[in-house]
Each structure stands twice: as structure tokens, then as C-alpha cells.
């Protein structure tokens, strides 16, 4: 199944099975917006219920934040992480506070999916991912779906908890075909960073997107006769580096890559957390982290083909950390 | 109701007028009672706060309501504890108004586990569900939207409860406001917006931020019914709100209450508004010339001067209650470390639905 249905299944999943979940956002009537995500789910399930709405980003959100406190499971949708941006008072300041505030008697589950859209020259205000933003809020759990499976399970998982959760899903992932169990009702705070490959020779930590980059490029190196860990972090708030420290323990050797610019993005808050966790002699070669260099989305095609990291880039990366013993 | 379009709030805004004894001919004694008493609660709970806030005991931010007393006691009469309100940074009138003890608002200013809030949100962070107030907060403007997804919750939920967003003048500048009425009117939500026009946003007349004062003229806008009041009359706060909820209820949509009236204490903090500026200071005087509480005393004398000895009682049982509510509140005990770090993420999975 692929990424892009597998979502659908999730959200057919919820509605079917728990009255108290709503969908609303812009565009969820029209696969330009959502992709075929939520192909026909208000037709299913009733315009009542798989809300399209006004142009007004912040209100929705609001919105789905005061019916998650009247006893709603509301998945607010974003087309973009970027127009979500409108709604950050709502998410920042309510959503990821009201439980605190109110001596932990207020819970928001609500649910802020957004998608991240980029590349065909749609610049800098239809690129961002902004993941390592959110990470930063006590009160949000965020989670970052990289396989199909993820990206039913996760939905599901972020849809049933009892906490505000944000869910970042990449259209660049939506074809992405593998196999995907039954959606079942899962605990997100049960849930963490998994090792999607196993490896001796260096570990390759990736999040949404730039796991399938890890994975395509650790399929290239093992041609090479490199051995790569990957290591998919799928929850990065609150973030647990234990599964990431224990395959650094064995590999001596860090890459992370993320689809977001690096400066105080995940990639740093994973090296240092696996340097404090192990030490400082925990690597044998510095770390490296793959990202976007620090500007905007650019929109001439050649200026965007070489914004965004490939899977060629990877390997030149771990071939040079290799060098070292 | 008046044309805004082409009054404005007139006569409204003045603190000459409207300072007439209000008028109860035909209204329950029981009821004007009942509300005097909560108006008369709020009002010493407020005076009791600012006396805390003066002598440093409460350190907490505190928005006083004094001189708006009968916007809160008014609505909140036309209410039941399964309509779901929202307030702002200066709600300590809708949390009492809703009928929540005063002890959790006193305990809670004070910052103690067992107010409201469990000591985690002073005076700007007040909620008492069971009483129909779901939150109040101090960012301008956020819980309208949350105000209208509560109301898309009750429209979900089927039966004839509404949501409730209290708001200040200074509230319908912020973008939310609007985008709010939109959703509410193009999504047919039952709501009531409670906007308490006291004519300054901290510091700032509205002239000073406002082409025009009537904050009605946005529910024009919005196709949304509404109704312009003196917020200083309890019983023309209440039959406005009776008569604007009896079509929110019904035919589930929104609706605007704009309630004109003063605050009598600075934006923030015990002071009186002695230091904003030569307007405010010329105007107190004659604004408490139009208190709401001592109006609607005039107006009960004036029917029946009896009703003294009940207004009295009133008076004493209320400060009693809260005599013996911040004896309370001072010696319970501040909430417990550990709940800093343990309040940030529910602990359960428990999904409401069928799963």
C-alpha cells in the first residue's frame, strides 16, 4: 500500500470506528489540496463530520482545539506546514498549554496534520517542514511518519491520544508502496524511534522523508560493502535518544539527515543528546549532519535540484566518515 | 435595538447618562436578589484581590472587572452549567458569575493547590467546568475561536446547549475575531459573543483604535443577529441575552451581545486609573455615578423600600463567604513540584469513542 492511502486508511479507520473524531482544514474536498489522502471520506462520512472550511487558519484551528475540549477528537489539516503558521498562536499558546495551566485537568486531543509539499518551483512559502519548531513546545508530541505503515499508524496513534499531537506528512512519500498491516488502536506514548535496518558499520538517523533517502542510500553502500544502521525516529516530541545512543554504541559513527535547515534543527539535539547519554568519546569520527543549507526555498528548477539533499549526497557523506578509523 | 450604522453607542458611552435607577417593575424579587448578590460577590471579591494585590500578598497579574459587574451576573443568568463559556485575562466576574466558589478563585490568585485551577493559573487562567466555564486565558482574542469549536462540538452533540465567548472592544481588533464570526455564521454554530465594550484596550480609548465605537456593526457584517446594550443594567443585559439565546438555541446560530461599560480599576493591577491619562481620570467620577450594583438598588428601594434589610443580607453573607473562603485559600497548601513536569502530558489513553 502506499504512503499517500495509507494515511487514507487511518483516517477511514477513525472515522468508522470512534464517533468523536472530525476532520476539518482547507481543501479536504479536493485532492489538490490533500492529495488522494481523503479521497471521498466527506462522502462517506458526511460533510458534518470531514469539515472543508473558510480561509481561515487560525479560527479552524481554534476550532478544532475548543471541540477537543468538549469532548472531540478533531484532526485539524493543514495543506501546507507553511500556512499553518497563522494558527501558531492556537497551537503554541493553547493546544500545548492548556493541560499545564489548568493543573493537568485540561487535555487537547486534538490533532495538527500538516503536510509538507515542496519542490515544483513552489518557493519558500510552500516548502518548509519546520519540524524541529514544534519539537521545541513542551505539550506537543510530534510525530513524523516515514513509511506507509507509520503514516496509518501514527494517524491513528496521534487521533486516540489525549494530548495535542502534530502530524507531519511529506507528499514526497506518498508513492512510496510497501506492505501495511490492519489499522489497529495504538498508545503514541508507547511509541518512539525504530531501527528500520540493521547495521555494524555506521548509523544513519533520518526522520519523514530523508529515512527513505537512509534507506535508499544504505541499499547503494551495502553494494560497497558498507553495512548501515538506520534508524527512523518517527516521534520527535518528547524525543527518546535511547534507541539512537544504542546503535551509536555499537557503530561509533553519527550521520543524521533531516529535510529541514540544521541550525538548532533535530539533527543537532541528536547528537547531542547521543553525546550525553555515551560520552564524549562515543564516536570515532566527527558527526555529520545532512540537510538544507540556510535559506529559502528557492523556485528556478536547477537552484531547487540542488536545495534538497540526495541519495547520492548520502553516500559521498558516509564514504567520507568511512575514511576514518 | 438601536441602527449603530448611524448612532454609534450615542448616549451609551456617556457617564452622564443612563445613571437612572434601574428598572425592575415586573421582575421576580427572588431574581433581582439573586443577582445582586452575585454582583455584589464579585465586586468584593475584587476588592478583596486588590487589597492583596496592594499589599503584595498576590503577585499574580490581576485584570479587575469592578464596574462591569453586571455584563457577567446578567448573561450568566440566562445560562446553564452544560453551556460551555470561555473568558479572557479579566474573567474573574464570569468564573463567580457562573455560580464556581470563591474559595477556588481566592486559593487560585494565591496560587495554591487548591484553587481552580490547582494553582497553576492564577488569575487569568480560571476554569470550573461543572459551573459551564471551560477556560479562561490572556491571550487577546484566542478563545473565541475555541469558543466556536465548542459550539461545533454542542451542534455535533445534537440538543439546544451553546457556547459562550466573553470578549473585550479591544478583542474585536485582533483578525481572530472576524475570521470566528465568519466560521460561526457560515457554519451555523450556536454561539453568543458577550462583547464588553468598556471603551479602552489597556491603556487606549477606543477612539484612539477604532473608526467607529459600536462593535456591533461587525455582526453586520457577519450576517449575525445582535443587540447593543447599557452594560451598566443587569436587566437589559439579561433580556438581551434571553432574547438573542432564544435564537441561538433554536435555530443554531450565532449571535453578537455588545455591552457597554467602565472599569473602574487600572488595565491591570489595584490601582484606579488615576495615572492613563487626563480623560480617564475626569471620567471615573461620573462613571461611578453609573454603578451597576447601586442602580439596581435604586431600582428595587424605588418598588419596594423593605427589600433594604435583604440587600444588607446580601452584603454580609457575601462578606462572610469570603472571610471564610480566603481563610481557606491561605492555608492550603502550594501545589506539589512534581506537578510542573507532570501536568504538561496526560497520562491516559482513554479515547471517548468506540475504539
Redesign the interface.
Known sequence: MEYGEAIRTGFHYLLE??????V?GQGLWSPWYVGDTMRDLEKEFGT??V?D??V?E?????????????????IVTHPRVDFALLAT??MV??AAK??????????VPVVFRMIVNRGGEQGAQHSQSLYSWFAHI??L?VVVPATPQDAQDLLVAAT????PVVYIDDRWLYDWDQAVTAPR?I???SQGPLVLRHGTDITLVGLSWTTRLLMDAANLLQTEGLSCEVVDLRVIN?FDASVVAQSVSKTKRLLVAEGDWVTCGVGAEVITRVIEELGPHALSVAPKRVGLVDAPAPTSKPLENNYYPKVQDIVKHVNEMMKWQ | MRDPEYEGLGTLRSPEEHRTPVVTTGFDEQLLLRWHRAMVLIRRAEEVIAEMIESGEVRCPCHLGIGQEAVAVGVASELTSSD?C?GAHRSHSHYLALGAPVEGLLAEVLGR?T?C?????GSM?L?APEFGL??T?P?VG?T???????????K??GGNFV?VSFLGDGATEE??FH??L??AA??RLPVLFVIENNLYASHLHIDYRQPGDALVRYADAHHVVRELVDGNNVVEVAQATKRLLATVRSERRPAVLEAVTYRWRGHVGHREDVDVGVERRDNLPSWKQRDPIARLEQGMLSLNPQIENQLAKNRSEVDLEIIEALSRARAAPY?NES?VI?????T????????
Not at chain 1, 160 to 163: A, F, R
Not at chain 2, 144 to 154: D, H, K, R, T
Request: glycine share 14%; proline share 6%.
Open positions: 470506528s470512534d464517533r468523536s473524531v472530525i476539518i458534518d463530520r469539515i472550511t473558510p481561515s487560525l479560527a479552524c484551528t481554534g476550532a478544532g482545539v475548543g471541540a477537543a475540549l468538549c469532548g472531540y477528537r478533531p498562536d492556537q499558546n493553547q492548556w493541560n499545564s495551566m489548568f493543573g493537568g485537568t485540561s487535555p513542551p505539550g508530541r486516540l491520544s489525549d494530548d488502536a498508545n503514541l506514548a518528547p | 460551555r470561555f493547590s484553587g485551577s490547582g494553582g497553576f493559573g487562567h476554569k471551560v477556560g486565558v491571550i484566542a473565541i475561536p475555541i469558543a466556536v469549536g465548542a459550539a461545533l462540538a454542542l455535533l452533540d457556547a483578525g481572530v475570521e470566528s465568519n466560521l457560515s457554519m501545589p506537578a507532570a501536568s504538561v502530558y496526560s491516559s489513553v482513554n479515547s471517548k469513542g468506540s475504539v
